[in-house]
């Protein structure tokens, strides 16, 4: 690697830091409002780069790229559906959630659904799933950024990996959600630039777009159909269907993504925010898919096709915009593993612990159980990553058709459907999670060419419908989340006497948490 | 369109349109959210 390449990387990774500390320094307030939230005060700008950067992860440098490289233009089929995914998200439940959860006095994701839906078995079950997901959602990062760090390098993969995995770990532990949103906004540019100057950098070396086309049909015309090299799709519309969904209305059921309408501004910041997120979606998301195209003419032979973008990115640039390039892939990688872990951590000692173990837990045995755990998922990362790394396509997908089967409806129907009870979004998200995960390890898939995104989304819906409906005389919605419900659809700030009559019971665990937060990082 | 057959052509920028136009009816539809850009004290 030239010594360019380094220096890009190494400001990179200074820049981030830096911008990091700045912000967790900025954030720490007094509570775990602040922590957790970032004091719900980031802003709409922030808030769609955030949403963004956070749900593209190092899929879009691998997956999306490796999808591109071996099928066509089929892979734009998933790119159709994300250019949405965050304006829909911010139309759909921003808003709303936002609200709610203020009023609810709700500081996680999965704290919001307990809330909403009262019973602890929502916590037990939706904490327990959300921390296992995320935690494989979290090996997929690990994989890129050893993949993407021994190929630029040269190392042996398997130290290549461990210095991802502890460059992730350092990051993360610098703690909080506002640490997390503003390096996420400045990733997200990162990511943006260089990924638009490869996709230049590759127009130009094969004379344009047409010119490129023209070559692919030569080589293949079934690489330019919307079904696939060899039309291996052709007709398979539940699998279309899937791939449209699971990154449009699939991301309003992933808790470390609807985390993020919590700690809006104000609830009008949802729709500001749904402007930017089109806007750079626009941008980014369908290009790395087509670099995975282009990969096909400039390197034809490819053992790994996961590797194209970094590969292209070697090939084509000069060592300086390389770098770039690599910062960009580390960037998304980090964005995306940084929210995964602090949501995994925070889950797990707020929801889990806290909650079910030990209810009175102090400060510090909070903090232990977040980063043990962080720490244990990065160590069983680095074990399966080294032992038998799946591809980051396989994994992002598995968990994102599962987060989105079992949560979707729980979440849309929170703030949309006063009849959603308890009974019906707990059957909706073991349902849905069931399916998902059957569907794609039982070989449904391939009997009944049905994505695992579809087949479990449709199955925990029916079943949120159902269920609440049947069970709406032994197990009502309790007047005051009917009567929240009735408030969050207004377009108005929260009454006072509202949020004074919300349960804010935790607030004081909350401060504690807060203060030895900033004590330790103080005595760091 | 840039070499491609028409449905892939509208795969590739048909479907980002339709986005656009959903976010553009969305910033229409959405123009009194502004309404929750004010504290609680300043409500009437």
């Avoid at chain 1, 638009?196 to 047409?210: K, S």
């Avoid at chain 1, 290009?287 to 390197?299: D, F, K, R």
């Avoid at chain 1, 449709?458 to 609440?468: A, E, G, L, N, Q």
Wanted: charge should be neutral.
């Amino acid at each position: 690697m030239s010594g360019t390449v380094i220096f890009f990387l190494v400001l990179y990774y200074v820049v981030v830091l830096a911008i990091g500390y700045w912000a967790m320094k900025k954030g720490a307030g007094d509570d775990l409002e602040g922590y957790l939230l970032g004091g719900r005060k980031v802003g709409p700008m922030a808030t769609a780069l955030t949403l963004q950067s956070t749900s593209m992860s190092g899929y879009m440098f691998l997956g999306a790229g490796g999808l591109g490289y071996m099928q066509g233009y089929w892979a734009l089929w998933y790119a159709a559906g994300d250019v949405g995914g965050g304006v829909l998200n911010m139309s759909v439940i921003g808003r709303r959630m936002r609200k709610l959860s203020q009023i609810m006095g709700a500081l996680t994701a999965i704290e919001y659904l307990e809330k909403r839906y009262p019973s602890p078995a929502i916590r037990l079950f939706a904490g327990t799933l959300t921390v296992f997901l995320l935690g494989f959602y979290a090996l997929a990062q690990f994989i890129a950024g050893g993949k993407g760090m021994a190929l630029v390098t040269g190392m042996p993969y398997p130290a290549a990996l461990a210095i991802a995995v502890a460059v992730i770990l350092v990051y993360t532990f610098m703690g909080g959600y506002l640490a997390v949103a503003y390096t996420d906004f400045f990733q997200s540019l990162v990511m943006l630039t260089g990924v638009l100057w490869i996709v230049i950098a590759c127009l130009h070396e094969l004379g344009g777009l047409t010119a490129a086309n023209e070559a692919l049909g030569a080589l293949d015309p079934t690489l330019l159909s919307v079904w696939g090299r060899g039309l291996g799709f052709q007709g398979q519309w539940g699998i279309v269907a899937g791939a449209l969904l699971i990154f449009s209305v699939g991301y309003m059921g992933w808790p470390h993504v609807v985390t993020r309408h919590m700690a809006m501004t104000r609830p009008g910041t949802a729709r500001k925010a749904g402007m930017w997120a089109t806007l750079w979606n626009l941008l980014f998301v369908p290009t790395p898919y087509l670099v995975g195209i282009l990969a096909i003419l400039i390197l034809p032979e490819l053992d790994d096709p996961e590797m194209a973008i970094f590969e292209v990115a070697g090939a084509l640039l000069p060592a300086a915009v390389t770098g770039l390039v690599m910062a960009a892939i580390m960037a998304a990688i980090m964005s995306t593993a940084d929210s995964l872990l602090l949501q995994t951590g925070s889950i797990a000692a707020r929801d889990l612990y806290e909650r079910f173990i030990n209810p009175h837990a102090t400060e510090k045995q909070m903090v232990w159980v977040s980063r043990s755990l962080v720490t244990l998922i990065a160590v069983v990362g680095y074990a399966v990553a080294l032992v038998e790394p799946p591809t980051v396509f396989s994994i992002v997908i598995f968990a994102t058709s599962v987060l989105g089967s079992a949560f979707l409806p729980a979440y849309l129907c929170a703030v949309w459907w006063k009849k959603a009870n308890t009974p019906g979004a707990l059957t909706s998200m073991v349902i849905g999670a069931l399916v998902a995960f059957t569907w794609e390890y039982g070989g449904h898939v391939e009997a009944t060419r049905i994505h695992p995104m579809l087949a479990g989304l449709v199955c925990s819906s029916i079943t949120m419908f159902v269920v609440s409906l049947l069970t709406q005389k032994i197990a009502p919605v309790p007047p005051q989340v009917l009567e929240a419900m009735d408030e969050t659809a207004e377009v108005g700030p929260i009454p006072p006497a509202m949020l004074a009559a919300a349960d804010f019971s935790l607030a004081p665990t909350a401060g504690a948490i807060g203060r030895m937060l900033n004590a330790e990082r103080r005595d760091d | 369109m840039f070499g491609l057959p028409p449905e892939t052509a509208f795969l590739v920028f048909g479907f980002p349109a339709l986005w656009v136009i959903y976010t553009l009816v969305f910033l229409r539809r959405s123009r009194d959210w502004e309404n929750e850009d004010v504290t609680p004290e300043d409500r009437p």
